[in-house]
């Protein structure tokens, strides 16, 4: 079963609360947590976990890597 987004979002709040996470760890997870939370804003319809690609391009659409063709 995959994870949705809410349930992402908790899962990185928890990590937060532990004291003995890495400074390292910790930027990560705040990054993260910015970024999904960011995305839950940009998409309230949606509650799939989206991928890094997904949060990358939700910030920055106009990223050679977002960027979408039509054939």
């Known amino acids: 079963m995959s994870k949705t ?5 908790n899962d990185d709040r928890d990590e937060l609360e532990n004291p003995v996470i ?29 991928n890094s690609l997904e949060l990358f391009c939700d910030t920055h ?3 050679l890597e977002c960027r979408v ?3």
């Open 5 to 9: 987004l809410q349930q992402h979002i």
């Open 22 to 50: 890495s400074s390292q760890r910790r930027r990560h997870i705040e990054d993260e947590l910015d970024a999904l939370e960011q995305y839950q804003v940009n998409h309230p319809d949606e509650d799939h976990d989206p």
């Open 61 to 63: 659409p106009d990223a």
């Open 69 to 71: 063709y039509d054939d």
